[in-house]
């Protein structure tokens, strides 16, 4: 399918409050619109996930993060060295439209930008946050390629958006970056003594 088909029919299924599984660097994700509450639900019901665990989130870029996040000199300094790439970003929320349910009633949120081309447009066009969670069963491996991810899970998405092997293959490293010292939530590609130097320097 062509690219541009593709992405107006992944971006009619997200508005429509349905769910996609699209690939990023990392691993594949679920992807869901998520200023939807019902949309965000169906997510945590696919992955059967525990309700009180936190989602990531997707954007396009920084402009668009800073629209939903109190971005700060930490993030700035991280984002020029990092993003897009495999790094999560724990930030202060500024807007309510994120869902709650991603959140869990704090007040922070992870954020990503993937560095992944199709998924960037796709956020693009469709111009709101997407929830980035791993496209596997709660618990289960992360998947890097279509073929890894669950019958259960392939069949209660709308779309499944196959672009081959994940470049990296490992999970994003996360960070909360709301305030200083930063706070290492999950080791990933980069690691952590990379993430203080940037910050430190």
Same mark, same amino acid.
């Given at each position: 399918?062509?690219?541009?088909?593709? $992405? &107006?029919?992944?971006?009619? =299924?997200?508005? *429509?409050?349905?769910?996609?599984?699209?690939?990023?660097?990392?691993?594949?994700?679920?992807?869901?619109?998520? @200023?939807?509450?019902?949309?965000? !639900? /169906?997510?945590?019901?696919?992955?059967?996930?525990?309700?009180?665990?936190? #989602?990531?989130?997707?954007? *396009?870029?920084?402009?668009?993060?800073?629209?939903?996040?109190?971005? &700060?000199?930490?993030?700035?300094?991280?984002?020029?060295?990092?993003?897009?790439?495999?790094?999560?970003?724990?930030?202060?929320?500024?807007?309510?439209?994120?869902?709650? &349910?991603?959140?869990?009633?704090?007040? !922070?949120?992870?954020?990503? =930008?993937?560095?992944?081309?199709?998924?960037?447009?796709?956020? @693009?066009?469709?111009?709101? +946050?997407?929830?980035?969670?791993?496209?596997?069963?709660?618990?289960?491996?992360? +998947?890097? /390629?279509?073929?890894? =991810?669950?019958?259960? #899970?392939?069949?209660?998405?709308?779309? %499944?958006?196959? /672009?081959?092997?994940?470049?990296?293959?490992? +999970? *994003?490293?996360? %960070?909360?970056? *709301?305030?200083? +010292?930063?706070?290492? $939530?999950?080791?990933? %590609?980069?690691?952590?003594?990379? $993430?203080?130097?940037?910050?430190?320097?």
């Amino acid at each position: 399918m062509n690219e541009d088909i593709l $992405i &107006n029919k992944a971006i009619r =299924i997200l508005n *429509s409050g349905g769910v996609i599984v699209y690939p990023t660097e990392t691993v594949y994700g679920l992807g869901a619109d998520a @200023t939807n509450k019902n949309a965000v !639900k /169906k997510i945590f019901d696919i992955k059967r996930r525990d309700k009180f665990k936190p #989602v990531l989130i997707a954007f *396009s870029g920084v402009e668009m993060a800073k629209k939903y996040v109190w971005w &700060n000199k930490y993030a700035d300094k991280l984002a020029s060295k990092f993003l897009p790439g495999p790094l999560s970003l724990v930030l202060s929320i500024k807007d309510d439209s994120i869902d709650e &349910n991603i959140y869990q009633g704090g007040i !922070k949120v992870g954020i990503r =930008i993937p560095k992944n081309e199709f998924v960037l447009k796709l956020i @693009t066009n469709f111009n709101r +946050p997407i929830t980035s969670t791993s496209a596997n069963l709660s618990g289960e491996n992360p +998947p890097t /390629k279509v073929e890894d =991810i669950d019958k259960e #899970v392939k069949d209660k998405v709308d779309l %499944v958006i196959d /672009k081959g092997p994940c470049e990296i293959g490992k +999970p *994003s490293t996360i %960070v909360d970056v *709301s305030s200083y +010292p930063p706070k290492l $939530i999950r080791e990933g %590609v980069i690691k952590f003594q990379d $993430i203080l130097d940037v910050i430190n320097s």
